[in-house]
């Protein structure tokens, strides 16, 4: 990369960004090597300039938000981390009981902005570690509920610097899956229809779901989430229990002695780490069981 090209144009663009970035602070995995650029652009305008010069100048470029589904290699990413966090984050209502939101907003302040607003509806997201990007992105949901029954529509650019917005079905939205998540796009904000409610009911429903997470998840080690997807016929958790994988570790990587499902950072694990303890598993679980377990965390390499 041009690094002094680069220098004046977010100097004309007012773009602000770090060189070398540890992105090992911005995921939840705390994994990961240096951005050669971490940019933290402002405005949907600064996101078209940024796309327009890699564009141009043929520079990678990876959406980021807050890394709460992501595994990136310790050997760091190359070009340009586009990072969607708290400058992209405004939040505001378009009507009574519809929401709008920027990508980099965390599902934890869009749960709050909604229970400010008496608005039930996001109570399963209260305690999903990312942004709303990258839950529309993956259509993140919880406890019954999930991102697809309450989203009207997302705005995105597209990779030529194009803005544009898909709604109801054009969103494609299925298990952990959507348009977004099989193309191109970098989501910009999602508009989310929620309905009035009562505000004691609504928190409490909000302090009973992180509760069951807080009791039945490990919270207290870094982790991706979930690391496999849901088998057809079969839960994941239960299949990597049964095959008496819990507490397996590669290195710092572990099986959760607390929930099967998840792959955690139990002391100074790598990319490589995860990635081995991962394919263990796997190969188990298929020779044990018959189910291949796809992985829900995403490889950044």
């Not at 904000?189 to 997470?213: S, T, V, Y």
């Amino acid at each position: 990369m041009n690094k002094e090209a680069f220098y004046k144009f977010a100097e004309e663009k007012g773009i602000k960004f770090i060189e070398n970035e540890n992105l090992s602070k911005h995921t939840s995995f705390k994994i990961g090597g240096p951005a050669e650029i971490f940019a933290n652009p402002a405005s949907t305008e600064q996101i078209i300039a940024i796309i327009d010069f890699c564009n141009d100048n043929k520079i990678p470029l990876l959406p980021l938000g807050k890394g709460s589904n992501v595994l990136i290699s310790d050997s760091g990413i190359g070009g340009i981390v586009l990072h969607f966090g708290s400058e992209f984050g405004k939040i505001s209502l378009l009507d009574e009981e519809t929401v709008y939101c920027e990508a980099g907003t965390g599902l934890a302040a869009l749960c709050n902005f909604a229970l400010e607003n008496e608005l039930t509806g996001l109570e399963f997201a209260y305690g999903i570690p990312g942004s709303v990007g990258g839950a529309v992105f993956m259509n993140a949901g919880a406890y019954g509920g999930e991102i697809k029954d309450v989203i009207v529509y997302a705005d995105h650019v597209d990779k030529n610097g194009n803005v544009g917005r898909f709604t109801g079905e054009e969103l494609e939205m299925s298990y952990r899956h959507s348009v977004y998540s099989a193309n191109e796009y970098f989501i910009t904000g999602a508009a989310f229809k929620l309905q009035k409610g009562d505000r004691n009911e609504i928190k409490a429903k909000m302090d009973d779901l992180i509760g069951r997470r807080f009791d039945k998840q490990p919270m207290d080690k870094p982790s991706a989430g979930s690391t496999f997807k849901r088998p057809e016929g079969a839960f994941a958790s239960a299949l990597v229990d049964q095959c008496g994988l819990k507490g397996y570790r590669v290195g710092g990587a572990e099986v959760s002695t607390k929930h099967a499902g998840f792959v955690v950072n139990a002391g100074g694990a790598t990319c490589d780490d995860v990635l081995n303890l991962i394919k263990d598993v796997q190969e188990k679980v298929k020779n044990d069981t018959g189910f291949f377990l796809e992985p829900e965390v995403e490889i950044l390499r």
